[in-house]
């Protein structure tokens, strides 16, 4: 069995911060791009730009879908992706930020008279 490689500890930082920025999300919109950016920067993090490029099109949170989220093939498909996305808990971070914001959308879902209601202060 070959050693696995864990980002537990950097999504652990990574996670805090995301679940403060969904939060204060005001809709679902606003919780999509928050848990897109926030993977970004998690996976900019694990893979160095000069291995791959990861933008806003290769991530996409997904309600209806069991794992919540959808990774384009573009990055499945990467071979630098795929070793570590077989040799780590990779998977089990991004869940992490996934059922936050799964949590999150449901909560707006069964409130949006509040969401629509807000009133920002100066």
């Given at each position: 069995?070959?050693?696995?490689?864990?980002?537990?500890?950097?999504?652990?930082?990574?996670?805090?911060?995301?679940?403060?920025?969904?939060?204060?999300?005001?809709?679902i919109?606003?919780?999509?791009?928050?848990?897109?950016?926030?993977?970004?920067?998690?996976?900019?993090?694990?893979?160095?730009k000069?291995?791959?490029?990861?933008?806003a099109?290769?991530?996409?949170?997904?309600?209806?879908?069991k794992?919540?989220?959808?990774?384009?093939?573009?990055?499945?498909?990467?071979?630098?992706?795929?070793?570590?996305?077989?040799?780590?808990?990779?998977?089990?971070?991004?869940s992490?930020?996934?059922?936050?914001?799964?949590h999150?959308?449901?909560?707006?879902?069964?409130?949006?008279?509040?969401?629509?209601?807000?009133?920002?202060?100066?």
């Open positions: 069995m070959k050693n696995q490689i864990s980002f537990s500890t950097l999504g652990n930082e990574c996670v805090h911060k995301f679940r403060n920025k969904i939060n204060n999300a005001e809709n919109i606003d919780l999509k791009n928050q848990f897109v950016f926030t993977v970004i920067n998690f996976l900019n993090k694990v893979f160095e000069n291995q791959i490029d990861i933008d099109d290769d991530i996409k949170f997904d309600p209806e879908k794992d919540l989220y959808i990774l384009n093939k573009r990055l499945t498909q990467n071979p630098d992706f795929k070793n570590i996305w077989e040799n780590s808990d990779l998977k089990n971070v991004l992490k930020f996934a059922e936050s914001a799964h999150r959308y449901i909560h707006i879902c069964k409130h949006k008279e509040k969401t629509n209601k807000k009133i920002r202060q100066p």
